[in-house]
């Protein structure tokens, strides 16, 4: 009697390859979801921060070699240039806002991919001059990625600078 060569294989080991590897595509598939989503993030929170910094440096820059300066109220400063123009620093439009520059026609310095935390806290503080210490302006501001940062878990940047007023 010939007995039956087996060739092939069962059932039972084509399903035990494809659950082997339907995990192994899971795994892999969620590892590269999480690198792009790390990768947007800090991708997200650059811009933030880059617009920020760029928004401070450039309030510092004209608060410092201001003839006055004026805190209108937390998220207003008014101020005279070292050339007599009247100029204003504003955030505007909420916990989605952005910082102006300019007192006739404001002009947005900060990115319409940035949201500037209006009302969460004073941007501006101001403290008056004594005989030993200058007078000062705190600029506290705080943004995120309007697009992004929902999805990532937030790109939120915070920033504080102190200036020193000249005293003319």
């Known amino acids: 009697m010939m007995q039956k060569l087996k060739s092939g294989f069962s059932i039972i080991e084509i399903l035990v390859v494809l659950f082997v590897f339907s ?21 997200s929170t650059a811009t933030v921060k880059t617009n920020v910094e760029y928004a401070a440096s450039a309030m510092e820059r004209m608060l410092r070699n201001a003839k006055s300066v004026t805190c209108v109220s937390t998220n207003q400063i008014d101020y005279v240039d070292e050339d007599g123009n009247l100029g204003r620093f504003s955030c505007l439009g909420g916990d989605d806002g952005y910082i102006s520059s300019g ?27 004594t005989q030993t210490v200058p007078a000062s302006v705190t600029i506290n501001m705080r943004a995120n990625h309007n697009a992004r940062g929902a999805f990532l878990g937030g790109s939120q940047v915070s920033v504080q600078s102190r200036v020193q007023l000249r005293s003319y």
């Open 103 to 129: 007192a006739a026609s404001p002009v947005r310095i900060t990115s319409t991919e940035v949201d500037v935390l209006c009302t969460t806290q004073p941007i501006f503080s101001c403290t008056s001059a």
């Open 23 to 43: 995990i192994l595509g899971v795994v892999v598939a969620r590892s590269l979801a999480l690198s792009l989503q790390g990768s947007n993030k800090s991708d």
